[in-house]
């Protein structure tokens, strides 16, 4: 959850999002504003207590390379959770890609340090159970700020849950499994949030920090499940600027 | 007999319906020349920094409606700020907008913008689709939307698309405008000295 805390970030360039998210519609999409204000406040003070330090720190004392192989590895582990979705939504070719880049990377890729999959021309993709609910049109439900997970929302949370359950790695038990588990939430943390450096400081710089991560959090997770591609009609929801008092003739 | 009566109105029709499928090529002529009017200024080395600036800023105000983007992005409140506030607001706006748009646009200054496409909202509200080549060599998808007032066109919002995620920058400045002021009884005050503390923030940093 962390990494999503931080993926929520990751997109954001300048600003925003597509649809025109009158008054009324941002506050169906986030009723426990004032609680998820909170939440985000502490998610900051915890940021900058903890994990900015040890992130730029981490960035310090590695390399490159190194933060790549410990970024692939982290990410091959999750691939069969990816494969499930991927067959969940009836994708069977993003199946058979992740099933490939699995098998290929924690062999010839050393347990997925390299990613020689990618180099094969072996397309990666990025699918959770959030992802496929919304795959199935379960609408997202209203935004949650979760303490130290960061954005997400009901259905999101729900899709946490199951990814969680579906993790091969969670459900099966195992010699120091769950040392194993610790590490791999506190580096999966620690990788990412060292990746996203710039995209937080970028996101801190906006007029309202948290509603543009709302914002962006919706926008990033609706492209995410139309698998990137543009909205049917993108501009349907555009604001007619002709429509409010936004016009002086001395303008033109 | 009934053959040309029924093909001539299917003509008539599709000539009726057709001009909806994309831009008048003037729309999509006007972005190009001057989004890449607008990156050019940005590097001319002829020119001091500060002179760069003043003609960046010249060319966004002939491309631009600032103003009009500066009324939109307060939304309602745009008819509730006394005429002085208004004037105030929109002096800081403009200057933190040139300076958001300059700073951004740096990496691309040099650079030339490519219209790949076009659509017509309606025959005043058209959005133009380019794309711009970075300095390093990635490809930039940005749209502008552009407004025609009698014979006049000009840029109200811009979009930056990320992996299917597009970016409309007024409309993701007036929902957070609109929550600092909705958080601040509507003080047109405290909006204009966040806005100028954000500027002064970009300039510095």
């Known amino acids: 959850m962390m990494t999503r805390f931080l993926l929520g970030c990751v997109c954001f360039c300048l600003a925003g999002c597509a649809s025109s998210g009158s008054y009324r519609a941002e506050r169906a999409e986030d009723p426990y504003e004032g609680w998820n204000r909170g939440v985000y406040a502490f998610n900051e003070g915890v940021d900058a207590a903890i994990l900015s330090p040890v992130a730029r720190g981490y960035r310090a004392v590695t390399n490159k390379p190194i933060r790549n192989g410990v970024s692939n590895f982290l990410n091959n582990l999750g691939q069969p959770v990816v494969f499930l979705n991927s067959a969940l939504q009836g994708k069977p070719e993003a199946a058979a890609d992740t099933f490939g880049r699995f098998v290929i990377n924690s062999t010839i890729g050393v347990a997925g340090l390299f990613d020689p999959a990618t180099a094969f021309g072996i397309e990666e993709h990025d699918e959770d159970f959030g992802q496929t609910l ?37 459900s099966n038990d195992f010699e120091g499994d769950t040392e194993f588990r610790i590490s791999r939430g506190a580096l999966g943390a620690v990788s990412a949030r060292e990746r996203l450096d710039e995209s937080i400081e970028l996101l801190r710089e906006q007029p309202e920090p948290y509603i543009a991560l709302r914002r962006n959090y919706g926008q990033s997770r609706a492209a995410a499940i139309r698998d990137g591609q543009e909205a049917e009609d993108p501009f349907a929801d555009l604001p007619d600027f002709d429509d409010g008092d936004f016009f002086d003739d001395a303008d033109w | 007999m009934m053959k040309f009566p029924i093909t001539f109105i299917a003509l008539a029709l599709a000539i009726i319906v057709q001009p909806t499928a994309s831009a008048d090529a003037i729309t999509e002529a006007y972005v190009q020349e001057n989004a890449n009017d607008v990156l050019n200024s940005l590097n001319n080395p002829e020119l001091s920094p500060a002179e760069r600036r003043l003609a960046f800023q010249e060319y966004m105000d002939q491309f631009a409606n600032i103003n009009a983007v500066a009324r939109f992005v307060v939304g309602k409140y745009s008819r509730r700020f006394s005429d002085q506030e208004m004037l105030e607001y929109q002096d800081a706006f403009r200057d933190y907008a040139l300076t958001v748009y300059e700073n951004y646009f740096d990496e691309y200054k040099g650079q030339s913008v490519f219209v790949s496409g076009s659509t017509d909202r309606n025959a005043r509200d058209s959005i133009v689709d380019t794309t711009i080549l970075s300095s390093d060599g990635r490809e930039m998808y940005v749209r502008w939307r552009v407004l025609k007032r009698g014979d006049k066109y000009q840029v109200v919002d811009v979009a930056l698309n990320t992996d299917g995620n597009v970016i409309w920058l007024a409309i993701e400045q007036q929902a957070q405008f609109l929550s600092i002021l909705d958080r601040s009884n509507g003080s047109a005050q405290d909006l204009v000295a966040k806005i100028r503390d954000m500027t002064a923030d970009i300039r510095g940093s």
């Open chain 1, 134 to 170: 919304g795959h199935w049109g379960v609408q997202p439900g209203p935004f949650l700020m979760l303490p130290l997970a960061g954005p997400s929302n009901v259905r999101d949370l729900v899709g946490f849950g199951v990814d969680a359950a579906l993790d091969p790695l969670n």
